[in-house]
């Protein structure tokens, strides 16, 4: 049932786009995630116990915080407004 509304979800908003281009695609990307998000949730669920399956999720999300953090910031030094 997930995966069929998401994609009858984003395919609707892809095609009619009410919010516009910009905003219906970034609603799409958000809901693809958390439908993602909740399969996976599913997914896991039914292949680990509930102890295994929260370890792995907070160590998971753990190095997703320390890659992100470790990341430089990227500016463009040479960008003039003028």
Do not use: N
Request: net charge negative; charged share 15%.
């Amino acid at each position: 049932f997930v995966i069929i509304s998401s994609i009858w979800l984003c395919l609707a908003l892809w095609i009619q786009q009410p919010l516009g281009t910009v905003l219906s695609r970034v609603v799409i990307v958000i809901w693809g995630l958390f439908a993602l998000s909740l399969i996976g949730f599913y997914v896991s669920g039914h292949l680990f116990s509930r102890r295994t399956d929260i370890i792995i999720y907070s160590l998971v999300f753990a190095c997703s915080l320390g890659w992100y953090f470790s990341q430089d910031a990227k500016q463009d030094r040479d960008w003039d407004p003028e």
